[in-house]
């Protein structure tokens, strides 16, 4: 993961690129490239982007 990441970079955005490129998220977690503080904002970053992506969708089958 540290390979992967270019300067400026944060970790949340080098597993969003792989999560686009088909990395699991299983692949990084306890693979020691993230800290545990990373790997839990990265969580809550995604589960705020699914809660979202659910919300815009039931709109649309309204």
């Known amino acids: ?10 970790y949340a955005d080098v597993i969003r690129r792989g999560l686009k490129r ?6 990084v977690a306890g693979s020691r490239t993230i800290t545990t503080e990373q790997w839990r ?5 995604l589960k705020s982007a699914n ?3 659910r ?4 709109t649309l089958h309204q």
Not at 1 to 10: D, F, I, L
Not at 22 to 27: A, K, P, Q, T, V
Not at 55 to 58: E, F, S, V, Y
């Open 1 to 10: 993961m540290r390979k992967s990441k270019v300067p400026g970079e944060s």
């Open 22 to 27: 088909g990395l699991r998220l299983s692949d």
């Open 41 to 45: 904002r990265t969580q809550k970053v």
């Open 51 to 53: 809660l979202l992506t």
């Open 55 to 58: 919300k815009k969708l039931r």
